[in-house]
Every structure is written in C-alpha cells, then in structure tokens.
C-alpha cells in the first residue's frame, strides 16, 4: 500500500529479550518519526529522522532503546534486555518536509502502530 | 514540562451538538498546529491544520481556531455524530517543518 507500515502488528515478549520493531515509511518522505503510546496516556516522542541530519534522539527514555534508518527508507526500533515499563504501542510517522526546509507545513502520516506486551 | 498540553482528558457530548477541544502551547516558536484523531487500534490520522498566519480554518464540520496571543487553539466540531467518538491529539510543529510535539490526547465521546 501507499501508506506508513509497521511490523509487526503485534509482539508479546519476555521480561529482558530483545525486541526489533519495523517502519516502512511513504516513499519519498524525508522525515521519519517513533513515538510510543502507553494505556491511556498521549503520544510521547521517541526520536526523529531527517534526510542525512543527525537523529535527534532526545525522547528515548534509555539506552536500551535505539533506532535506526537506512537512507530515507527503512527504520527499525531496536529495544534490549526489555521491561513491562516498556509494554506499549509503538507509533512510526513519516513526513515529505525536505531538510532545511522552512514555511513548507506538512502533516505526518502514521502508520498502524506494534503493540508490545513485555511479560 | 508538556509543550503542548490539552487539559480536560475527555469530553462527552450528546448528537447534533457542537463539540469544542481546546489546546494550549508554551514554545512561541510554534507556527503550525495539528488536530489528529484516533481510533482505537488504529494510527492517528490528520484532520486538520491551521499555520499561525491565520487565526481560522474550517473544512466541512470541523473548524480550528487559534489565538497565538493566548498560545490557545480549539476544534470545533458540528454538528457531533456518533463517528466522531476519538481520541483527538493536538500537535504543533516549528517554522522549520522539523519534529513535531503532541498533546496528551482528549477523548471525545458523541452520545446518540
């Protein structure tokens, strides 16, 4: 499809495996963004990619997560030695801003999201 | 320290009435805003923008105002139908198109 797709849809793991979340952004989108969704609360950031720019990764919550992006293409969320804390769905964007574009306004497109259940 | 906050964590509001979701901000460098609306299961998807250059934007039922002022927008929605029960996120962004800031979501219940 055209869309953002994420895999997989859904992920039940054990307490300190290591977890790797997929996102297939919209061709040709430049930015790149993970947030996670915790029950019943908002959307918190995670990290964003733009073009070749540095990933600002000012909203992973440790150093057992990171992140990853191939070019403007494939991202993945790598999450170690997982916690229940980490239980979650978790949210890939994707945007057509150019880098260092300013006065051009776009939404992000999200895809459907991977529920993480850590047990 | 929530850039962007929406204060009233849910909203009931009956069929055919308005619905008003309102959105404070604290970064002044803020100029494009976002209403987002989730099901559940499903990602957020975009309903509707306003850039700060302007202080409306309607599409059909579904009309944003924003006061840069007061650092205060709203959706307005009307009239509410059962289909608009949500989850609505406000999101802003900066004048360089770069990560954009979500509020913590206000779940919009429309009762027949």
């Known amino acids: 499809g055209a869309g953002v797709s994420q895999s997989p849809s859904n992920k039940v793991t054990e307490k300190g495996k290591d977890v790797e979340l997929r996102c297939d952004p919209i061709s040709g989108h430049t930015a790149l963004y993970w947030y996670r969704q915790r029950l019943g609360q908002g959307l918190e950031f995670l990290i964003y990619?733009?073009?070749?720019?540095?990933?600002?990764k000012s909203g992973l919550p440790s150093d057992r997560f990171s992140a990853e992006r191939t070019g403007e293409s494939v991202s993945t969320l790598t999450i170690q030695r997982t916690q229940q804390e980490d239980s979650a769905v978790y949210l890939c964007?994707?945007?057509?801003?150019?880098?260092?574009?300013?006065?051009?306004?776009?939404?992000?497109?999200f895809g459907q999201g991977t529920r993480l259940t850590v047990v | 320290d929530q850039q962007v906050k929406q204060n009233s964590p849910s909203l009931s509001v009956q069929e055919g009435r308005i619905s008003i979701l309102n959105c404070d901000y604290t970064?002044?460098?803020?100029?494009?805003f976002l209403w987002y609306k989730k099901y559940p299961a499903e990602g957020p998807t975009f309903l509707i923008s306003?850039?700060?250059?302007?202080d409306k934007n309607e599409d059909g039922r579904f009309t944003v105002f924003l006061n840069k002022s007061a650092k205060h927008l709203s959706l307005h929605i009307v009239p509410s139908q059962p289909g608009d029960s949500a989850v609505y996120f406000c999101?802003?962004?900066?004048?360089?198109?770069?990560?954009?800031?979500f509020g913590p979501g206000t779940r919009l219940s429309v009762l027949p």
């Open positions: 999101a802003a962004s900066d004048n360089y198109g770069q990560n954009f800031v």
């Open positions: 306003i850039s700060s250059i302007k």
């Open positions: 990619f733009q073009g070749n720019s540095a990933p600002d």
């Open positions: 970064n002044s460098m803020f100029d494009y």
């Open positions: 964007a994707s945007s057509p801003i150019p880098q260092g574009a300013v006065g051009m306004n776009t939404e992000a497109f």
